[in-house]
């Protein structure tokens, strides 16, 4: 009986040193996938502030030198070309930074295979991570968390991290408001950024009171996923929240990014550059990779799913804000959809351009356009969209890769965003990892295999630029 206790308690010996070497088994430390945020937060708010404070300037300095290593950053105006607000001047020039000893041309005379086994994709041309990655949320340029302190008092500073781009690569600010009722008006902002303090001023007697108040909630602050009350927020004071308008400011964008947060794990999130919302009314899906069918589905999304990173759960912790689909979440659809592009008086009533108002060059860009560069199959006028999705397989030129905690590999189906009014709307992708036109044309020359010549590429950009 002894001899038989020994051998079953050699046995079970065995069995458990098996189970504690296999990968994981047993290991209290080894992090298991999860879809989920953490609901219960075992640190001091304090300790969590003073630990993310201390490591900011290493996360920033990471990020900035990865522009700097991939772009150049620099501030290089087009002469005499400016957004369609007239304040701010469109950046010219490629950005992206080649391999050294490698030219435009050579790469582009490469296939694919060559580029990936070479090592040759241009770093710019990757996904471009969120300035903290493994951390993610909304971040705000510094000139909008400053507005939007002077006139609310609400304060969108994260105290763990920073905004990334410089703010000549970003849209200008304020952006004008063209509404598709109203084009008798030209910009009903007055030059200012609405917001929850002057919208009544700005907008009775111009809304119908549905869309006004449609209005008034996309500029009404609603708890988010970094900007609540609870004590795993990125601000230092409790907050109110976020607004549709502190990134889709005007209708528009002022460049702020996020996660999207309709993938996991978190190092294949995309980084989200925030697109405008002009022209809505045509837009048949929304979301870059979602396929949302309407602007009331994407509208309730935002608050429902996005605000809080995809996770309702924390969200109903933070304070999620059901909206009521039959009047609030029409009536904010109702006014979104009044958005329009901005004036391109160049154009004719097909989308076209005027060979009257145009120049030589705009008009040998838009030959290039619906011709060689095969851009219009995606992108057909008078919009610019075709309102579907496409997969263009950038990892054919690459190996996959971590960065900075974002592994860029396979991006799949993206919508096709309009073109119209697009020198309005930098970065460009829908991560924003092309700084300016010039970028995008390069980036599309390689993707597509076009082989345009340096002249066919400037006559491109003019072209978009008139849209």
């Not at 073109?419 to 995008?440: A, C, F, N, Q, V």
């Amino acid at each position: 009986m002894l001899n038989r206790r020994n051998v079953f308690s050699a046995a079970l010996l065995t069995i458990v040193a098996l189970l504690v070497t296999l990968p994981g088994a047993l290991d209290a430390q080894a992090p298991m996938r999860s879809s989920y945020s953490p609901v219960v937060i075992n640190e001091p708010f304090g300790d969590v502030m003073k630990r993310m404070k201390d490591a900011k300037p290493d996360v920033m300095k990471r990020q900035m030198d990865l522009l700097d290593e991939r772009y150049d950053l620099s501030d290089r105006p087009a002469d005499g070309v400016m957004m369609s607000g007239g304040k701010k001047a469109v950046q010219e020039g490629v950005r992206v930074k080649l391999p050294e000893g490698v030219t435009w041309e050579a790469l582009a005379g490469m296939k694919p295979q060559e580029i990936l086994e070479k090592g040759l994709w241009p770093a710019g041309f990757l996904p471009l991570p969120h300035p903290n990655h493994p951390e993610g949320g909304m971040v705000f340029p510094k000139f909008h968390i400053d507005e939007i302190n002077k006139q609310e008092g609400r304060d969108l500073t994260r105290f763990d991290l920073d905004f990334d781009l410089p703010d000549h690569l970003l849209p200008e600010y304020p952006p004008p408001i063209y509404l598709t009722t109203r084009s008798d008006l030209g910009d009903v902002s007055q030059g200012k950024v609405v917001t929850i303090m002057n919208y009544f001023e700005l907008f009775n007697g111009i809304l119908n009171p549905k869309q006004l108040e449609g209005l008034r909630l996309l500029v009404t602050p609603f708890p988010q996923q970094q900007f609540n009350q609870t004590e795993d927020r990125r601000s230092e004071l409790a907050s109110r929240g976020v607004t549709c308008f502190d990134c889709h400011v005007n209708g528009h964008s002022n460049g702020s990014t996020h996660l999207v947060g309709d993938i996991r794990p978190q190092e294949l999130r995309h980084r989200l550059d925030t697109p405008p919302l002009r022209g809505v009314n045509v837009q048949r899906l929304f979301g870059s990779q979602r396929a949302l069918k309407t602007i009331e589905d994407f509208t309730e999304f935002e608050q429902r799913a996005a605000y809080f990173d995809g996770d309702p759960v924390i969200g109903t912790k933070k304070g999620l804000n059901i909206l009521e689909r039959g009047s609030q979440v029409h009536f904010m659809a109702e006014f979104q959809a009044l958005l329009d592009f901005p004036p391109a008086p160049k154009l004719n009533i097909y989308g076209k351009l005027d060979p009257e108002k145009a120049t030589e060059s705009e008009l040998r860009g838009e030959k290039v356009f619906f011709e060689k560069g095969q851009c219009s199959v995606c992108h057909p006028a008078p919009y610019y969209t075709d309102n579907l999705m496409h997969n263009l397989k950038a990892e054919r030129f690459f190996k996959p890769v971590m960065v900075n905690g974002r592994l860029a590999s396979a991006d799949g189906p993206i919508k096709t965003f309009p073109l119209r009014g697009i020198k309005d709307s930098p970065p460009y992708m829908h991560d924003g990892r092309l700084l300016t036109l010039e970028d995008t044309v390069e980036f599309f020359n390689l993707i597509q295999g076009l082989k345009l010549t340096e002249q066919e590429k400037k006559d491109l950009v003019a072209f978009m630029r008139a849209l």
